[in-house]
């Protein structure tokens, strides 16, 4: 089957991305089936699933602004950093205080160094962190400059406390509880953890997954799809004549002249817009050169998307 558009599922604690990406391929027939952003097994929340030619932007969410809701233990350290991990260090955490948590919080908001876990799919070597962990094997990890936009403690309470975050690319959740127990001195794990958003889609209008169960059953289940272009509704448009959409296809350069010629001179390189055939048509991703040109920098050959609601 040929069918291009985006599920926003929530993903349930116990299900690996993987799983979410099987199930949606058999129940569908649809070969081409991918994700955007994994989640760990015991998370639960967001998990963009793209089907068809939708695979083709899936990278692009990875540099959107991801959302979370964390649980966090005190007084206990793992070696995954999660609950799912051997118990490493254990301390009395009674003494730790709201304030002294609010305060150790402030560390971790903004441009930051963060080291990623040891259990996780990072590879050095060729080969993923978490099987150098599994065979013992020392490895020296570098730490990564990552951004955390807001960080709130929202609960505290019984040598556990509850955090919203919102960060960008490559930050781990799991390393910034681990974090943080060793700067408020008791240790501490990821005791569980839900994505409520990765870019613009949130978890309020996910799908369970027992309910797309039950669209695929009764056939229902291409009204959940969401058009391709959901990904990249912040990006400029724009709509082309037939001269630049045969352009655009065959990867050559499209002229696009605004009415606005001070419009051109105030982009930069590399500004992204979305190219548009006259019949509603998503036919490639643009990348800004220079004086007015845009070079295709992924030809989508005028995927349609599925009708907006």
Request: hydrophobic share 40%; with cysteine; glycine share 10%.
């Amino acid at each position: 089957m040929t069918l291009d558009g985006i599920l926003n599922v929530n993903k349930p604690s116990g299900w690996t991305s993987f799983d979410v990406v099987a199930f949606v391929r058999r129940q569908s027939g649809v070969k081409r089936v991918g994700h955007a952003g994994t989640l760990d097994p015991a998370a639960e929340g967001v998990l963009v699933v793209c089907l068809g030619r939708a695979t083709r932007v899936a990278e692009y969410l990875l540099d959107t602004r991801k959302s979370y809701r964390a649980r966090i233990r005190l007084g206990v350290a793992t070696d995954t950093y999660d609950a799912d991990g051997a118990v490493v260090r254990t301390a009395d955490a009674s003494s730790v205080t709201r304030e002294a948590v609010e305060k150790a919080l402030g560390s971790f908001r903004g441009v930051i160094e963060q080291r990623p876990p040891m259990f996780s799919a990072l590879k050095r070597a060729g080969v993923p962190l978490y099987r150098h962990a599994r065979a013992g094997r020392d490895v020296e990890l570098e730490t990564r400059r990552v951004e955390v936009y807001r960080l709130e403690l929202v609960e505290f309470a019984a040598g556990a406390l509850t955090l919203e975050i919102e960060c960008g690319r490559g930050f781990y959740v799991r390393s910034l509880a681990h974090d943080l127990g060793e700067t408020l001195g008791c240790g501490a794990h990821l005791e569980a953890l839900v994505r409520t958003g990765l870019g613009s889609f949130r978890v309020e209008s996910a799908v369970d997954v027992e309910a797309l169960r039950g669209a695929f059953d009764d056939g229902t289940w291409t009204e959940l799809l969401l058009p391709v272009d959901s990904v990249l509704l912040h990006w400029r448009a724009a709509i082309v004549g037939e001269e630049n959409a045969a352009n655009a296809r065959s990867g050559r350069a499209l002229d696009l002249s605004p009415v606005d010629e001070g419009r051109v001179r105030s982009l930069a390189a590399g500004t992204p817009c979305r190219a548009y055939s006259l019949d509603g048509r998503l036919i490639a991703l643009l990348e800004y050169a220079s004086d007015a040109l845009w070079r295709p920098a992924k030809v989508l050959e005028g995927a349609k998307s599925p009708p907006r609601s």
